[in-house]
């Protein structure tokens, strides 16, 4: 049995629509029924059937998941997650952001998930700033790792700048990146 120990990090400057893996991760908000930046570009690549699916899903909690299927994407699955609003950073942000990380982790777990990528949760519209951001993402994802049997994990940035900070984030960590 794998362990986190054969789990390859990724990180990747990528369209996450595009990405052939198990599943991806919507930044998405609480209504769950779609809007801009990457959760209205996965809306737009999966068709409207991941709105209906979405419908019955009666909303997201912040720091909460919901899985969906992929449909037209190349993913099978889809796993939306709200990420915190930034609010100055005393208003439990980071303890959220963690939570929308482990609860997408989990629940991928249980769908027998081995590839998933995840975007920069809260990195866009809702104004998170990007290099605590990056910390959180790498820091929890690498202490849940070792209770699950991931393949892949795939950290997706849209411009350079948070690929950067991905690869800084790696130097620091005690665990080896791709990038
Ligand atoms: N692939 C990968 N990353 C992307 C893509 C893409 N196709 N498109 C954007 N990003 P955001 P949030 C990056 O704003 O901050 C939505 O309207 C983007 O550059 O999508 O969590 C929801 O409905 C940024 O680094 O999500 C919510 O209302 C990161 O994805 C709200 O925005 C997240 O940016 C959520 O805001």
Redesign the pocket.
Known sequence: MKNSLNTIIDVKL????QLPVDAIVN???KSLL????????IHAAAGKQLLRECRALDGCETGEAKITSGYLLPARYVIHTV?PVWRGGNHGEAELLASCYRNSLALAAEYAVKSIAF??????????PAGQAVRIAVDTVLAALPQYQFEQVIF?C??ET?LELYRQRHCQSARPINA
């Open positions: 990528t369209d996450i629509t930044a998405a908000n779609g809007g801009g930046g990457v959760d209205g570009a990420g975007p920069a949760i809260s990195c866009g519209v809702y104004g998170y997706v849209f411009n948070l």
